[in-house]
């Protein structure tokens, strides 16, 4: 079982890019996990952005995602999406979906990232000044 990210590229500062998260075949029905955004800037640990848990809810943003990023989910397509607007050249990482279902990888209060253990191969955003 993977996860695909997709979406990244690059950009100018102020632009937008909404990253997708895929289960490859279906054989990980994404409702029934919660899914987290991650990314890992050159020389710095990988920071949690954003997820949303089972079948949506219980949505957490870190500081650095909050107001400008934003989470969803199309069941019919069994994806997950990333909105990110106004992105800054400090958002330049390469971003990763991730996937779990101990229930203790999203809540509002944060994220554990080391509760997700289907992870996406990332997908390189970089942001021009």
């Known amino acids: 079982v993977q996860l695909q990210a997709s979406g990244g590229g690059l950009l100018q500062a102020g632009g937008s890019l909404r990253l997708s998260c895929a289960a490859s075949?279906?054989?990980?029905?994404?409702?029934?996990?919660?899914i987290g955004w991650f990314r890992q800037a050159p020389g710095k640990e990988r920071e949690g952005l954003a997820c949303?848990?089972?079948?949506?809810?219980?949505?957490y943003y870190s500081d650095s995602a909050k107001g400008r990023f934003t989470v969803s989910r199309d069941n019919t397509k069994n994806t997950a999406y990333l909105q990110m607007d106004g992105l800054r050249p400090d958002d330049t990482a390469i971003h990763y979906c991730?996937?779990?279902?101990?229930?203790?990888?999203?809540?509002?209060?944060?994220?554990?990232?080391?509760?997700?253990?289907?992870w996406g191969q990332g997908t390189l955003v970089t942001v021009s000044s």
């Open positions: 991730a996937a779990t279902d101990t229930g203790y990888g999203c809540h509002k209060g944060g994220q554990r990232i080391s509760e997700y253990y289907h």
């Open positions: 075949g279906f054989s990980l029905d994404l409702k029934y996990y919660a």
């Open positions: 949303n848990n089972f079948m949506g809810g219980q949505l």
